[in-house]
C-alpha cells in the first residue's frame, strides 16, 4: 500500500466515523424529542389534595358548591363531615372534607346500564350524562363513599365532577377557591411540576377506604386513620351530617 493510498483510507475512515457519530447523535436527538412529545401528549389527570392540618370546618366548601352548581337543599356535592372521638373528658373533633373522588376505576361507572355514567379520556374526571341516565340509582347504591345522590329536581344522578364547568375554562373549583384555610390544592396528577403534584410530593397523603382499590384521585393530609380505612361508615353512620 502506497502513502498516499493509506492517508486516503484514514481520511475516509475518519470521514465515516464522524458521520456515523453525527446520525447517532441526530437519532439521540429524534428520539429525546418525541419522548418529550409523547409526554407533553400524555392525558391529564386531575385529582386534589386536602390537607386537614389547614382545615378549619368552616363549610365555606359545601356552600359555594352548591351556590355554583345549584344542588338541592338537603343534598351535597361537597360537604364537611364532622366526627367527635373519645370519652369525655379525652374527646377530639376531626373534620373530614368529602366529595365524588373521581376514582380510577370507579364501581358507578363498571355498574352503570345505560353508559350515563363515563369518564373524559382526556383528564379522568367521571361525569353524568343527564340525556341518558334513566335514575336507576344503581351507580349511588354502587358509590362505597356515598358522594352520589339522586337529584330531585333532574330526575338523574348527581354528584361532583371537580367543577367542570370552571375546569375547562382554565379556573378552580368552587370549593378550592372557597377554601378559607387554603387546605385544597388542585391540578394535573400527571404534571410533575402542577400544584398538587409538589404538594403531594412533599406530604404524605392518604385515599379514603384505599382498600378498596377504586384508586380515588382525592388525598388527603393528616387525616384520622379510623376515618380513613374499613371503619369508615361505622365512624360515619350520620352521613352528611343527618
Known sequence: MSKKEGLLNRRDFFRKAAFGVTVAGVS?????TGEAAQGEGRPKKYGMVIDLNRCIGCHGCTIACKS???VPDGLFRSWVKIAMKGTYPNVSLHFLPRLCNNCEDAPCLNLCPTGATYRTPEDGVVHVNRDVCVGCRIC???CPYGSRFPNPITGTADKCDFCYHRITKGLQPACVDACTGKARIFG????PESAV????KSHSTQRLRADLDTRPKVHYVN????LM???YHAMLKRRRGK
Not at 403534584?197 to 403531594?200: A, E, G, I, V, W
Open 28 to 32: 439521540a436527538l429524534l428520539s429525546t
Open 68 to 70: 355554583e352548581n345549584n
Open 140 to 142: 349511588v347504591v354502587a
Open 188 to 191: 394535573d396528577l400527571n404534571d
Open 197 to 200: 403534584s409538589r404538594y403531594m
Open 223 to 226: 387525616a384520622d386513620e379510623t
Open 229 to 231: 380505612g374499613p371503619d
